[in-house]
Nanobody, 123 residues
Framework: QVQLVESGGGLVQAGGSLTLSCAAS????????MGWFRQAPGKEREFVSV????????RYVDSVKGRFTISRDNAKKSVYLQMNILKPEDTAVYYC????????????????WGQGTQVTVSS
């Protein structure tokens, strides 16, 4: 089992920045991929970014490339999402997720989920 707890959400003006954190606990994460997803009201859950716990390989959805950066801290068993130049369309509940094995961008491929943290970007 893997437990995930997100933090760092909040209200920010357009153009501002936030950093989300995801603290992981439970089994060893060396073969896991850690993803960030988001879900806006009335919309499906959307892939944002993913990172390999072991290699650090990353991938981003096109809409956040150049603005968001995913990273991990092995010692703290934490994953981060640095979000810059935030836009109103980034408003959503952001979820941290974990999956064993290969990189994936579909929410249904992820086995473990955090409770989510709200990000609201005002115009």
């Amino acid at each position: 089992q893997v437990q995930l707890v997100e933090s760092g959400g909040g209200l920010v003006q357009a153009g501002g920045s936030l950093t989300l954190s995801c603290a992981a606990s439970g089994r060893t994460l060396s073969n896991y991929y850690m993803g960030w997803f988001r879900q806006a009201p009335g919309k499906e859950r959307e892939f944002v970014s993913v990172i390999s716990w072991s290699s650090g390989t990353t991938r981003y959805v096109d809409s956040v490339k150049g603005r968001f950066t995913i990273s991990r801290d092995n010692a703290k068993k934490s994953v981060y999402l640095q979000m810059n130049i935030l836009k109103p369309e980034d408003t959503a509940v952001y979820y941290c997720a974990a999956k064993w094995g290969g990189l994936a961008t579909k929410a249904t491929d992820y086995e473990y989920w955090g409770q989510g943290t709200q990000v609201t970007v005002s115009s």
